[in-house]
């Protein structure tokens, strides 16, 4: 058994025989030709036959991918048709005297050098376009014939990067899962693997070694990982991941673009809990409908030193952006407890759940809070997104991060920065929260209840002691009329409430959590379906709560 | 001569499709149009110049109509850029 890594672009197992794609490279020689008008003939010709091959394309890709991937290929018979590369072309055929197949091949060497220094990853792959449509010229004028051979049976398509003329040619039957050695995930291998649901690996340390082709393999795509004659362990376990995976899809393809509704007619926003921008495609792939809880401490962990507001500023527009006007709602700092920071500079703390973290810290040192609001406010006009604050215990707060708020509002304005008007929420984790909840809620937009915390004060648990794993209990009463408690006062003062801790991916619980009103569920992303799933079975008028909750 | 301005509000900017979108459309007219970012203007019939811009979500870029049919062309191509950019 051999195996490779690279970097996954889509998540899936797949099982197949190697396939080493192979392409007619061609050495192109400067040669001098007599007659120009002739020699632009010929380009002018191939360029026609390169066009009726491209509009080909696009009707098989029409037909197997859609519309919104088929376009590339009118973009390339633009390309081939655009003035200033058919003039650098012809201009050079008569001035200097050269073969159409040099001209070419000069010209796309300029274009996409062009491209390719461009300070932009999408800009940057259609160099590989001005060089496919060039090569198809190119191939036309030599003669030679392009495509694919795809074997009778599950191939695994293992390359150094495809075009996306040659990903089209592949018999998409056949092809069951994509390996190359270079490529982004904005190649034109990597959007299209997506669009066929197959796995797909880019940036693998893999060698197109003659030897491999027609190998059994197995691409692990959650993984990233590639095994060449895998032996029959890994060929188990990786049956069981595809099956499991399978059975994910075939709910995805089911409930994808369906309502979070109850059999009864009850709406509830379904959203994803992530912890960073490369979270963003699962949430996609998952059909969330917004992003309930963006755990903004990844900024601070994965940097060595407090990050600038700019570095916050790009991640949060990323996502806002990815959205696409999807809810998402950023939960500033919540460091502290159980995630420390070196460069905090933090004292060592007896009982550090009950510390100096989150907004205690923010309110404190203020112009980090400051920083974080201001990227937060400069990339609301990106996207439609909430503020939500941690750990909270009383109203005061609230209105001290509103005065903070203020000023970092004040200074925008003055500084002409445009910004939007944001949702702002509070995470209710603490008890006092929960006692005080129809205070604060005539202070904040929506309530978004975090079990974890609340159920280890709550209960006077340390949920990183193992020992007391047997007596910690999510379902326990107390923690029940919290939820409750919390969401008549939310409604009471007409504001929404979610719950966005591991408790509201339980599937126990989905209904108690309807019946009692929620709006809102924010999950993980793997268990967006699932929870889909169970909320459109519920019919809410025939759930009966629990005694201690009645 | 027909002028409008507009801010790019596609999260993917002018990539490829919805410049050889906007290249379709300013075909359609005989009038010569220009789209400029950052002072450099190029040719809105060209798909590679236009792509060579790199416009961006959020950028401003100056549209130019110069012919027989420049207002409706100039009306024709700010209805597109609204709609798909």
Known sequence: ?550 | MKQFTYVITDPDGMHARPAGALVKAASAFTSNVTIEKDGRAVDAKRIMGIMTLGIKNGQEVVVKVEGEDEEAAAAEIEAFMKANL
């Not at chain 1, 696009?58 to 859609?66: N, R, S």
């Not at chain 1, 197959?198 to 197995?218: C, F, Q, S, V």
């Not at chain 1, 909840?437 to 978004?448: G, I, N, P, Q, R």
Request: proline content about 2%; hydrophobic content about 40%; aromatic content about 8%.
């Open chain 1, 1 to 550: 058994m051999k195996v490779f890594n690279g970097t996954a672009v889509f998540g899936g197992v797949a099982f197949g025989r190697i396939s080493i794609y192979k392409r007619n490279e061609q050495t192109i020689k400067r040669e001098h030709i007599q007659d120009a008008a002739a020699e632009i003939k010929r380009f002018e010709d191939a360029k026609q036959t390169a066009i009726s091959e491209l509009k080909g394309l696009y009707e098989k890709a029409l037909k197997e991918v859609g519309e919104s991937h088929a376009q590339i290929f009118e973009v390339h018979q633009m390309m081939l048709d655009d003035l200033d590369y058919v003039e650098s072309i012809t201009m050079m055929i008569e001035d200097q005297k050269v073969n159409a197949e040099y001209a070419v091949a000069t010209t796309a060497d300029t274009f996409s050098n062009l491209f390719a220094s461009m300070d932009d990853a999408y800009m940057k792959e259609r160099a590989a376009d001005v060089k496919d449509v060039s090569e198809r010229v190119l191939n036309v004028l030599c003669g030679n014939s392009s495509g694919a051979s795809v074997v009778d049976e599950a191939t695994i398509i293992v390359a150094d990067d495809l075009a996306p003329s040659e990903t089209v040619q592949l018999d998409k039957d056949k092809v069951k899962a994509f390996v190359t050695m270079f490529g982004s995930t904005q190649s034109h291998t990597a959007i299209l693997a997506r669009t066929m649901n197959i796995p797909a690996l880019i940036n693998t340390n893999i060698e197109l070694l003659d030897e491999y082709d027609g190998k059994e393999a197995i691409v692990d795509g959650f993984t990233g990982t590639v095994y060449i004659e895998p032996d029959e362990d890994t060929v188990k376990v990786m049956k069981e991941k595809q099956e499991k995976d399978l059975a994910r899809k075939a709910l995805l393809q089911e409930l994808k673009g369906k309502e979070s509704i109850t059999l009864d007619g009850q709406k509830i926003n379904l959203y994803a809990n992530i912890g960073g921008v490369e979270d963003v495609p699962k949430v996609v792939q998952n059909d969330a409908e917004g992003i309930g809880l963006f755990r903004s401490e990844f900024v601070y962990l994965n940097s060595n030193d407090y990050p600038t507001e700019e570095e916050q500023f790009a991640a949060y527009k990323e996502v806002a952006e990815k959205m696409r006007g999807k809810k998402v709602i950023i939960r500033t700092c919540d460091i502290g407890a159980d995630k420390q920071i070196d460069y905090f500079n933090m004292e060592k703390e007896e009982n550090p759940a009950l510390g100096y973290r989150a907004i205690r810290i923010c309110l404190d040192r203020k112009e980090m809070f400051k920083t974080q609001l201001r990227a937060l406010y400069r990339a609301s006009v990106f996207g439609k997104i909430s503020i939500m604050f941690p750990m909270i215990i009383s109203v005061d707060e609230v209105r001290q991060i509103k005065e903070v708020i203020a000023e970092v509002l004040a200074e925008l304005d003055a500084e002409g920065i445009p910004y939007k008007e944001c949702e702002l929420g509070i995470m209710i984790e603490t008890p006092a929260a929960v006692m005080v909840s129809d205070l604060l809620a005539k202070e904040v937009d929506f309530f978004s209840v975090g079990t974890n915390d609340l159920t280890q004060y709550t209960l006077a648990i340390d949920r990183q002691n193992n020992k007391l794993d047997s007596i910690y209990n999510p379902h326990h009463p107390a923690v029940l009329r919290m939820l409750k408690m919390i969401a008549d006062n939310a409604h009471a003062a007409g504001i929404w409430c979610g719950i966005c801790g591991e408790l509201g991916a339980d599937l126990e619980l989905t209904e108690t959590f309807l019946k009692l009103g929620y709006d809102e569920l924010s999950v993980s992303p793997s268990m967006l379906l699932a929870v889909r799933d169970k909320v459109r079975k519920t019919d809410v008028s025939k759930v009966t709560l629990r005694e201690e909750l009645q």
